[in-house]
């Protein structure tokens, strides 16, 4: 058996004895992912042994470098692991900002030392991250942030709002974008991260079309953010934000795969449809299995350094559309029976939730416009 | 295996991209249309593509080939897509080999095919839009068969050296089993093949099998266990029309893109105006996902897969699709021009429609994948 066999039957015989059967349910609702975080009260025996497994082999993060708590795969064994958890329908163990936006943007950007304290922690699950990005009036454009962090010698002085932060309420530390000079757009905005717990921060929740509030309002009301915190240079951290929007693309891009374990759209499909939601729901598959192969060839040039750096837009806006697109197609399939918000047959109105919480898709780290823009002008180098 | 081609399956692409553009770019079929050809491709080209080794890709080693994939085909197809070369490559190198390989006739037909002498055909279809059905009739008939029915859209029929049949032996025309595949060489009496010039100036026949006799060494594979060699020629031949479709549309988005770039109207270009640079963008994502598809269902082919079924039905409907959208966005953004003979753009609009409809368009097999989910 060459290398990568041995690892594949190795993966495949860990993975057995080790995912919990409710680890390979499908994924029913916002519930049932693992964000990980100081507060693990809310997590399943099986949600938390799964994640704790997974963690200390570092196969929450499996190509991260075994020494920030990653599984130091190679691109071949990682895409083993992959192709093996789904061939179990396994869940993903750990889902979390820190694992899919900060933790790249630390190993491109950050110090030894802010390597070795944030990624084993984000690794195994314990701190949970926000991300602090959009303003009210910096959403698009957001370059024109406004949220100020003062010289204040040994550490920033933060004062401003934040918006949309996803989860506010629930994370521990938040990466922040801070204005560190007002005379210029780009080149006068700094990377920082600071705990949520730090004096002056507070949020409240947005209540949101879905009757759920995932977003939060975040206010810094003179924070003080230790200057060791700030990742990158000073007035450098355009750079640190665009490169980790790349990586949080790739994050939503994903919704287009649909959930792990299952495909709900064809189950209501078998229940019964007519004759032309039938035609529109297997074109639609159509669409997500040649979507699905795309993310696996993403992945695969991605890796082989062969991806065009602003291919995440097209993977965001093509992954959020189709997420549209399937929660479209769900609510036609259920009928109103896909209509019942509180009922418990309903799981509480789950599926038109999910169906009302997927139209921020393809607002949420960048419009689709805004993708679009950037292809036109990266990839397809179309005239300003 | 990772879904982006590995450094000999580039080379292979340079050379053929090389190659074609060279001697068979668009102005090679323009000039066979305006010259009224009545073979529908040119012997020339086709000899210098066995002599390339292009015609032998998917044929083993032990037979002579390169004894390479459906990667490497499609790379070669892609490029007869973009430069919109009539050719049967897509016939007799990809889908009559697969058709062929591992059984009796491959000793046969193998050896012309890798000179450049034998040109394949396929009478599979019976009816304007493609089914998964074979009525077409072979009785016993001494120690041969006797095929009696008609077949359409048969590319080459009417020049075609070798002529494979689908061909029903037993049950009716909607099953599954019960079909012979049937090698059927030029010439045969009791057969009348009536060419048809098709909207992309390409031709196609209309076969008429009149109780055309036929030994029974003309049966590939087994009689009554045709599907299998059936299969395998509908997956080679929907994976590389696939490959021709993104040639076909990514040669469109590329001319179209360029055009975006150097047309000025109100004084800008029009390249600028940005309701033109999201369908642009829009039409780049589309074809990209298209490739990703295609090249997956090609490695799985190679592979060997048993979901490799599945992952050509997607291929071949995304880069239908994708392909579709391509010449649409392309005639449109080009304006009048577009609209004119001279120019090549709508070329491009006639092969895309011909080729989606080849082997059963995306809603052929969106219908397909529908079934095989239980739907």
């Not at chain 1, 949220?147 to 530390?173: C, F, I, M, P, R």
């Amino acid at each position: 058996m060459s290398d990568l066999e041995t690892f594949r039957a190795d993966t495949r015989a860990w993975l057995e004895a080790n995912c919990p059967p409710e680890m390979r349910e499908p994924v029913r609702s916002d519930k049932d992912a693992v964000w990980g975080g100081r507060d693990q009260s809310m997590l399943s025996p099986a949600q938390k042994a799964w994640m704790d497994k997974m963690g200390a082999r570092g196969w929450t993060v499996p190509d991260w470098p075994k020494e920030y708590g990653g599984g130091g795969l190679s691109p071949a064994e990682s895409k083993i692991l992959r192709e093996e958890m789904q061939r179990i329908r396994a869940r993903n163990p750990l889902n979390s900002f820190g694992i899919s936006m900060l933790g790249p943007a630390l190993l491109k950007y950050g110090t030894e030392v802010q390597k070795r304290e944030h990624l084993p922690k984000i690794a195994r699950g314990e701190i949970r991250w926000c991300q602090g990005y959009s303003e009210p009036g910096a959403g698009s454009d957001l370059a024109g942030l406004q949220t100020s962090a003062e010289d204040k010698g040994d550490y920033y002085l933060v004062n401003g709002q934040k918006v949309w932060t996803s989860y506010a309420d629930q994370a521990d530390w938040i990466f922040c974008l801070v204005r560190t000079d007002k005379s210029v757009k780009q080149a006068g905005i700094s990377f920082v991260l600071f705990d949520m717990a730090s004096e002056g921060v507070s949020t409240k929740p947005i209540l949101l079309i879905s009757g759920y509030s995932p977003f939060c309002e975040t206010f810094f009301d003179n924070v003080k953010v230790p200057k060791q915190n700030l990742v990158h240079e000073e007035n450098k951290g355009w750079d640190v934000a665009k490169y980790l929007l790349g990586h949080e693309r790739e994050m939503i891009s994903g919704m287009g795969l649909g959930a792990a374990g299952g495909n709900p759209l064809v189950e209501a499909a078998k229940k019964g449809a007519d004759t032309i939601l039938r035609g529109q729901i297997a074109l639609f598959e159509i669409r997500a299995k040649a979507f699905n192969a795309m993310s696996e060839k993403f992945i695969d040039d991605l890796k082989g350094g062969k991806a065009h750096p602003a291919q995440p837009s097209m993977m965001k806006y093509y992954g959020t559309e189709l997420n549209k697109s399937r929660h479209e197609l769900m609510m036609a399939a259920g009928g109103s029976d896909a209509l019942e918000w509180e009922s418990e047959r309903s799981n509480k109105g789950s599926g038109p939730r999910a169906w009302l919480r997927t139209k921020a898709n393809s607002i949420e780290g960048g419009t689709s416009e805004v993708q679009l823009n950037i292809i036109s002008k990266r990839i397809l180098e179309l005239p300003s | 295996m990772p879904l982006y081609l590995n450094d000999e399956q580039a080379m292979l692409r340079d050379t053929a991209k090389d190659f074609i553009a060279e001697h068979a770019p668009v102005k090679h079929m323009r000039a066979l249309r305006d010259a009224n050809d009545q073979t529908g491709f040119s012997r020339d080209l086709w000899k210098s593509f066995a002599e390339m080794g292009f015609t032998g890709i998917l044929i083993g080693e032990d037979n002579g080939g390169l004894g390479l994939g459906h990667v490497e085909a499609g790379v070669v197809l892609e490029e007869i897509g973009r430069n919109l070369s009539p050719s049967p490559f897509l016939a007799t190198a990809v889908a009559a080999v697969e058709a062929l390989k591992g059984t009796a006739q491959a000793g046969k037909y193998f050896p012309g095919i890798l000179s450049g002498d034998t040109v394949a055909a396929l009478a599979i279809d019976e009816q304007a839009k493609f089914r998964d059905s074979v009525a077409l009739k072979a009785e016993r008939s001494g120690n041969g068969f006797k095929l009696t029915g008609k077949k359409q859209f048969v590319a080459h029929g009417h020049v075609a050296d070798l002529i494979i049949v689908a061909a029903r032996t037993a049950g009716s025309a909607d099953d599954e089993d019960g079909v012979t595949l049937f090698a059927v060489d030029k010439g045969a009496a009791g057969l009348t093949a009536e060419a048809e010039r098709m909207a992309d100036s390409s031709l196609t026949t209309r076969l008429d099998f009149d109780g055309v006799e036929v030994t029974a060494d003309a049966v590939i594979g087994e009689v009554d266990a045709g599907r299998d060699p059936l299969d395998r020629l509908l997956r080679a031949g929907r994976t590389g029309a696939a490959s021709e479709l993104l040639g076909v549309g990514g040669g469109t988005m590329d001319m179209t893109v360029e055009y975006l770039k150097q047309r000025k109207q109100f004084g800008v270009l029009i390249g600028s105006f940005q309701a033109l640079q999201h369908r642009a963008a829009h039409l780049y994502s589309e074809m990209e996902v298209a490739r990703a598809a295609t090249l997956r269902a090609q490695q799985m082919l190679d592979s060997g897969s048993d979901r490799a079924d599945e992952a050509v039905s997607v291929a071949k409907a995304q880069a239908g699709l994708a392909t579709m959208l391509a010449v649409q966005e392309g005639v449109q953004m080009f304006g009048g021009i577009g609209m004119t003979d001279e120019f090549d753009i709508g070329f491009y609009m006639k092969r895309q429609r011909v080729l989606a409809e080849m082997f059963g368009d995306a809603n052929f097999h969106a219908d397909k994948l529908a079934r095989n989910a239980g739907y």
